[in-house]
């Protein structure tokens, strides 16, 4: 049975928890929005599909290839640094703290 107030959204909410818990994630993902596009796809086209091969969570894979535009990508790191710098957890940031850019990377991965 679902939960009816289960955040639409706990998948991100989660990718973002993993990554500000991890320096190496954190730096990933910094070096990712350093590389230019081609190198960026082809590198998150790779993961993506070893992730598929992997049998990965299908929620975790569609992340890793919504990361692959860079507005998106920007926006995940400035909302991980945003939470990073909080010292709390997403979720509590969330309810807590200026969730501008959340709300800029909710509307990137709507679209």
């Not at 990933?28 to 790779?46: C, F, G, Q, S």
């Not at 993506?48 to 990508?73: F, Q």
């Not at 991980?80 to 909710?106: A, E, H, M, P, W």
Request: hydrophobic letters at 40%; proline letters at 4%.
């Amino acid at each position: 049975m679902e939960i009816l107030n289960k955040n639409p959204y706990q998948n991100v909410i989660d990718f973002i928890d993993v990554a500000v818990d991890s320096d190496e994630m954190m730096n990933w993902l910094i070096d990712l929005e350093k590389l230019p596009n081609n190198l960026r796809n082809d590198h998150l086209n790779r993961m993506s599909r070893k992730m598929t091969e992997s049998r990965e969570p299908e929620k975790i894979i569609d992340i890793v290839k919504s990361i692959n535009n860079p507005k998106v990508l920007s926006a995940v790191n400035l909302v991980i640094q945003d939470v990073y710098d909080s010292g709390i957890r997403t979720k509590k940031y969330l309810k807590k703290c200026n969730n501008d850019n959340f709300n800029v990377l909710i509307s990137l991965l709507a679209t």
